[in-house]
């Protein structure tokens, strides 16, 4: 497994992560946002929440990193 073997994997994991959503996902289960402003602590659900929502809030530069992705895996081959 190499370097970009790995990237391309954070890169898909980003990309799963930002397409949740709230209301019919995460809210059910007791991940939404309102979740972690009632709890102020560092448990690993409370973090985990506050990745979901920062990978949801950079959709953009995601796009842009995919379209880079996209470009370098064509030039490649």
Do not use: H
């Not at 497994?1 to 019919?24: H, P, Q, S, V, Y």
């Amino acid at each position: 497994m190499g370097l970009w073997t790995f990237l391309e994997g954070c890169l898909l994991i980003a990309n799963a992560l930002a397409i949740l959503n709230e209301d019919r996902f995460l809210a059910p289960r007791g991940w939404s946002l309102s979740e972690v402003s009632e709890r102020r602590g560092k448990s690993l659900k409370v973090q985990a929440i506050g990745l979901i929502y920062a990978t949801q809030y950079l959709r953009v530069p995601l796009i842009a990193l995919n379209v880079i992705t996209i470009v370098i895996m064509l030039v490649s081959g």
